[in-house]
């Protein structure tokens, strides 16, 4: 067995961060299944499979090394990029289920209920979801969500609660009796806080229990901002932060996340195809940056694995908001949801 993976890597038995360390090396994994027998438990059989998994780095390399051992093959892992794609396949069908033109959240970020209606009129019959953010919330408050109901629409009520558990509890479950759609949360509040809005939504008697989300780290934050301002770890990036936030609102049992398009792809990797991700920062090509550092268009949105997303300035301060709508659900109503995606 030595001769024949000699120049290999080999996987075996060691702690979290050295397997994650060289899980990142390119190849393809095979566990090679020893045959024992009968009299062997199933622990020592196990311990014997992890002893033989090895890295294959060709096609005919992994054939050569079949044939030469002459044993049973029970689990194949592809690269890294090979099992992202495998997920975003899976992902295809729940992905389809989605109408694009409910994809496409509308950011109400204004100062009146006269603006916010004129908007929701201005975006006509396809807009399906409106954001309403701190500003509009904190001049009108729950008759800004009032007015979107009022036409027939959903409200995402973008709060991003950040409190002790009590108070976010709470602030949550007064949220939920609006009838929203959706509500955000901060993921840094952490488990716990995360926990207790999760069992407030669940309560409201609104009839309509609304997705809550976790906000992970803002759009307009950059890896300086991060290490400099925030103080995060040495050595974690925006991407590595968004994760690692990610995966502690899905252990929550949190509906989803609120993440920049570039960390969904890695988000789908490390947690799965559960998680909704609702993506902010949308720009499309035609459409000026503005204060957003981390931004991409709408289609590379949800190619990368988001379920849905924001769009605010390039819609509503368009002078044909309907046109600059149908612009966006148009471009990806021809994205193709399949292997390729």
Wanted: charged share 25%; aromatic share 2%; glycine share 8%.
């Amino acid at each position: 067995m030595e001769s024949l993976t000699r120049g290999w890597l080999r996987v075996e038995p060691q702690s979290a961060q050295g397997t994650q360390r060289r899980r990142r090396n390119a190849g393809i994994y095979l566990t090679i299944a020893v045959h024992q027998s009968e009299a062997c438990n199933g622990r020592e059989t196990i311990e014997r499979q992890l002893l033989c998994r090895v890295n294959v780095a060709t096609p005919s390399q992994r054939e050569l090394l079949c044939q030469r051992l002459g044993r049973s093959i029970f689990d194949e892992r592809a690269t890294e990029r090979e099992q992202l794609t495998a997920r975003q396949t899976r992902d295809a069908s729940k992905m389809k289920e989605i109408p694009p033109e409910e994809r496409v959240i509308i950011a109400l970020d204004v100062r009146s209920l006269d603006a916010a209606e004129n908007v929701v009129r201005a975006t006509g019959q396809r807009a399906v979801v409106y954001k309403i953010g701190s500003e509009l919330f904190t001049r009108c408050g729950p008759s800004s969500v009032e007015l979107v109901k009022r036409h027939g629409k959903e409200v995402f009520l973008d709060l991003k609660f950040h409190d002790i558990p009590n108070t976010v509890s709470r602030a949550v479950e007064a949220a939920a009796s609006l009838g929203v759609k959706m509500l955000n949360v901060h993921a840094s509040g952490g488990a716990e806080m995360m926990r207790a809005a999760v069992e407030a939504a669940g309560t409201a008697g609104s009839g309509q229990r609304p997705k809550v989300l976790a906000v992970t780290v803002l759009t307009s934050i950059d890896e300086g901002i991060l290490a400099e301002d925030i103080g995060c770890p040495a050595g974690r990036g925006v991407e590595e932060q968004v994760v690692h936030l990610a995966e502690l609102a899905a252990k929550s049992g949190l509906d989803g996340v609120v993440a920049s398009a570039r960390e969904a792809s890695l988000i789908r990797q490390r947690v799965g195809s559960e998680l909704l991700i609702v993506t902010p920062g949308i720009r499309p090509q035609w459409a000026a940056r503005g204060d957003q550092r981390r931004i991409t268009t709408p289609a590379e949105a949800l190619r990368a694995g988001a379920d849905y997303i924001v769009i605010g300035r390039p819609v509503t301060a368009s002078a044909d908001p309907k046109g600059a709508l149908e612009r966006i659900i148009a471009e990806i109503s021809g994205i193709q949801f399949d292997e390729t995606r």
